[in-house]
């Protein structure tokens, strides 16, 4: 067997730089580069293995571990997951600052690749610099952290254990159902040492999507499940995009005649103006996709994990009839809450199931008044997102704005807080992909590193980045990273003085403001941030506008400018767009000295009766 003397982080900047993957019939690289933020547990090791790649294999510096990790998550998420990125530190807080981004990736079910330094295999200097001490177990570290966030987790304290350890990890990182963080922890002194590797372990791999087909019995189940239905209804997951079935689907709607309705992650899976897309479902979804589920005697989900939002807390299906049909890669997902399950790829299953349907359709009734109610919602939708003079305007009002300045190549990226809800009933997203919001974690703080993420994934579209005053405090400096790197995107800041969202969900459930907006903190003076200036600080051209025609001005500038632009703009921290939605459980305290908390909790009460547990 003919060898190679690598050490062992060589090995793996050599392993990772040949993985390749098959995009419309072109090979490329499967990682697009690895995010570094070097310390003395990976500088020497890894660092040194990485610069001897860096023509096949890019590395970026980022300004900060959470940030680059959110970044390589969205870059997968935007590649649909056929490319991803991988993502290295020290042994200390860098890699702890990872951990939120793994839970990030492991609850939507993203591929990222975190490659943390560890502490010494050889135990001689411990405690090294940053290295967390457990006085009853000596085997652990500040790595163990990623533990119950990784699909994967591995520990290499041998320059040998490498070569299973990688190859388990691109099986995970590629598998459908199983696809998520995979956490391989390089002890530092281990990375430095040699070890005779197999040439064969760096010869070119190409992976390709796996499509599993779907179990005859589940199919000819799905198929009598579907011809029985008088009132079926499709709800689009983020598995749409990743299995690539955005036209399938499509297509499988107009053959049968079936409404569709969109989770976060399903969104633009179609046309915002096909007649079949009753748009956003659940709690923030369109009054015409929750009128359509309510009545709906099938819910055929495809590809996603029907998560609190989507379900309206298990209130929304009030057909006392209904059934769920799970189309859905992991089974884990595809029987949840008594569904039929069809477990498969979505794109060869929708169309396997297609095929077996025949020319059945639902009763054009069904979609004659799914099309009615829709033509209510974007009346009400119109009305809210309207240009108004007012210097206070609402998110939705700023949503219009930015949506009238933009054109269907336009990819809208947010996180938390209340723009996403916003966004998810308001936005008209036209081209799939068009609508990029991480609302599986709500994490603040993706906002501006997930831009740039998106950005080097789809360098030919313009990103625009909505992000409010809270999420910005917490993460912005990948504004440095995206001049930096010269992937200019449009971030619109709209500063409503506190976490607005929360506030209102405060007040709705019977507490008064508190800590929450900045006038309700507990305060000597507040703060008058000026964010356009810290904006320019960071590298960005910054500019602050007064009303929603001024934000237009600005985002027709934006688009000319040749690095990132800010755009900061005062909102109404109050208001939220009424029409559409859903109740949500929030539990409300049983006892309260407040008057107002015992009213919402009377109120709770009654909406958990309309839960269907376990049904």
């Known amino acids: 067997m003919k060898t ?69 998550i969205a870059f997968a998420k935007a590649s649909n997951r056929q490319r991803m990125m991988a993502c290295t530190t020290s042994i200390g807080p860098g890699a702890t600052n990872m951990v939120t981004a793994a839970a990030l990736a492991h609850v939507n079910r993203i591929p ?14 411990d405690p090294v610099l940053q290295q967390i001490e457990d006085f009853g177990d000596g085997t652990i570290s500040a790595n163990d952290c990623f533990k119950p966030v990784s699909k994967f987790f591995d520990r290499i304290s041998r ?154 807390s298990w209130a929304l299906f009030k057909n006392p009839g209904r059934k769920f049909l799970g189309l859905n890669a992991q089974p884990f997902d595809a029987t949840k809450h008594r ?20 020319d059945w359709q639902s009763h054009l009734e069904w979609s004659a008044t799914g099309a009615a109610e829709y033509k209510k919602w974007l009346d009400a939708a119109n009305t809210v997102t309207a240009s108004s003079d007012q210097t206070h305007p609402t998110d939705a009002q700023v949503i219009g704005g930015v949506q009238r300045s933009t054109d269907e190549n336009t990819v809208v990226v947010c996180a938390a807080g209340g723009l996403p ?43 625009v980045v909505m992000v409010g005053d809270g999420s910005y405090l917490m993460m912005n400096s990948e504004i440095a990273t995206s001049v930096l790197l010269g992937h200019r995107m449009t971030i619109v800041l709209l500063d409503n003085r506190g976490y607005g969202c929360i506030n209102r969900l405060q007040r709705g459930t019977g507490s008064p403001s508190f800590n929450n907006l900045l006038q309700h903190t507990h305060h000597q003076s507040l703060p008058d941030i000026d964010f356009r200036a810290h904006a320019e600080s960071l590298g960005a051209i910054a500019t602050k506008v007064s009303n929603i025609s ?50 919402a909790r009377e109120k709770y009460l009654e909406a958990l009766k309309q839960q269907r547990i376990g049904d």
């Open 4 to 72: 190679i003397k690598l050490t062992m982080a060589q090995a793996v900047a050599r392993f990772l730089s040949v993985q390749k993957t098959e995009i419309d019939g072109e090979i490329l690289p499967i990682f697009g580069g690895v995010w570094a933020i070097f310390g003395h547990g990976n500088v020497a090791g890894l660092g040194e293995a990485l610069y001897q790649v860096k023509e096949d294999l890019p590395t970026y510096r980022a300004h900060n571990e959470q940030g680059m990790a959110h970044a390589a």
């Open 112 to 125: 990222l690749l975190l490659l943390p330094g560890d502490v010494f295999a050889n135990r001689n200097p």
């Open 159 to 312: 320059p040998e254990q490498i070569i299973p350890a990688l190859n388990r990890a691109m099986a995970v990182l590629t598998d459908p159902a199983d696809c998520g963080p995979v956490t391989l922890a390089l002890c530092q002194d281990t990375q430095a040492e040699a070890y005779d590797y197999p040439v064969s372990f760096f010869e070119e791999k190409v992976w390709r999507i796996r499509r599993p087909m779907p179990d005859l019995q589940e199919l000819e189940d799905a198929v009598n499940a579907i011809n029985a239905s008088n009132k079926p209804v499709i709800i689009a997951g983020g598995g749409v995009h990743y299995s690539q079935a955005t036209e399938t689907l499509l297509k499988f709607a107009e053959k049968h005649n079936i409404p569709v309705t969109e989770t976060q992650a399903g969104k633009s899976a179609l046309p915002h103006e096909h007649p079949l897309n009753m748009g956003s479902l659940g709690v923030t979804g369109t009054s015409a996709a929750n009128a359509l589920a309510e009545e709906a005697d099938l819910l055929i989900a495809v590809g996603t994990r029907l998560q609190d939002f989507t379900t309206g």
């Open 339 to 358: 569904s039929l399950p069809l477990v498969g790829d979505a794109d060869v299953t929708l169309k396997q199931l297609s095929q077996d349907l025949g």
């Open 421 to 463: 809800g916003e966004l998810h009933k308001l936005w008209q997203a036209n081209k799939p992909g068009g609508y990029h919001v991480e609302y599986g974690f709500s994490c603040m703080g993706y906002e501006i590193a997930g831009g740039l993420g998106v950005k080097m994934a789809n360098p030919d579209r313009e990103v």
């Open 550 to 599: 001024e934000l237009e001005t600005a985002m027709g500038s934006a688009r000319e400018n040749d690095k990132t632009t800010v755009i900061v703009i005062d909102t109404d921290p109050l208001a939220s767009t009424e029409a559409g939605g859903h109740w949500w459980d929030v539990a409300v305290p049983e006892v309260s000295q407040q008057n107002d908390v015992n009213s």
